[in-house]
């Protein structure tokens, strides 16, 4: 049972670069949730998807896109990369609904944007 | 706006002590608390949560309080392990139920 698990796990951009990140869960869970995490700084909420086919802006959207592919995968893509972007980001899901329940988190995709 | 905060971004203890890593927040609505523990290069894992409805909540080895009267979260682990050794973070729920939100994380270091 391999939880979330997120690819690739290291990626050097430069700017103006596109990208894709994925996110795939085998808990059949609803919920999945992208984050990012800065050094010194908690984890701040990019989107999320409450379930399949539905996606929601979460505190910091600005220049990201999501899709949520079936209900295991759910993908955060960078149209333009810019050096404000370079982060550590993380995927997790939840089967208890948004905002209340555990989430689960993948082990994070190093993000490096020159 | 509202927010989750911690009071110590550092605390050191002596393996084998009792740590209590504290936890402000702001939000008077928020009614679902949540302690994560992040290892070095890993994602976040879950330690123990609390509803608005309770003062208390133990699991093994640790124990969250909750002070409504004064916004405050607590975290407290016993006879602390070097394997103990990561940053914790409290979470809230606001925003209407919809996300989780962080505080700035504070990390335990244990000494041998």
């Known amino acids: 049972n391999a939880g979330v698990t997120q690819t690739p796990k290291f990626q050097v951009l430069k700017t103006g670069q596109s990208m894709t990140l994925q996110c795939a869960q085998d808990m059949n869970h609803n919920s999945m949730y992208w984050y990012r995490q800065d050094p010194g700084m908690g984890l701040r909420l990019i989107y999320y998807?409450?379930?399949?086919?539905?996606?929601d802006k979460g505190e910091v959207p600005n220049g990201y896109n999501v899709s949520r592919l079936n209900k295991r995968e759910f993908s955060l893509r960078l149209e333009s990369a810019a050096p404000s972007q370079t982060s550590v980001y993380f995927c997790?899901?939840?089967?208890?609904?948004?905002?209340?329940?555990?989430?689960?988190f993948g082990e994070g995709s190093r993000l490096t944007v020159l | 706006g509202e927010s989750v905060g911690l009071h110590l971004p550092t605390l050191s203890v002596q393996e084998g002590d009792n740590s209590i890593i504290n936890c402000a927040y702001s939000n008077s609505a928020s009614d679902y608390f949540i302690w994560y523990k992040q290892e070095s290069g890993k994602g976040p894992q879950f330690i123990i949560d609390?509803?608005?409805?309770?003062d208390k909540r133990q699991g093994q080895r640790v124990t969250v309080l909750l002070n409504k009267t004064v916004k405050h979260l607590s975290l407290q682990i016993a006879a602390t392990q070097p394997g103990d050794s990561a940053v914790y973070f409290c979470?809230?729920?606001?925003?209407?139920?919809?996300?989780?939100?962080f505080g700035g994380g504070t990390r335990l270091m244990v000494k041998p």
């Open positions: 609390i509803r608005s409805n309770m």
């Open positions: 979470a809230e729920n606001w925003r209407g139920g919809n996300m989780l939100t």
């Open positions: 998807s409450a379930s399949e086919g539905t996606t």
């Open positions: 997790a899901s939840s089967g208890r609904g948004l905002g209340a329940g555990e989430l689960f």
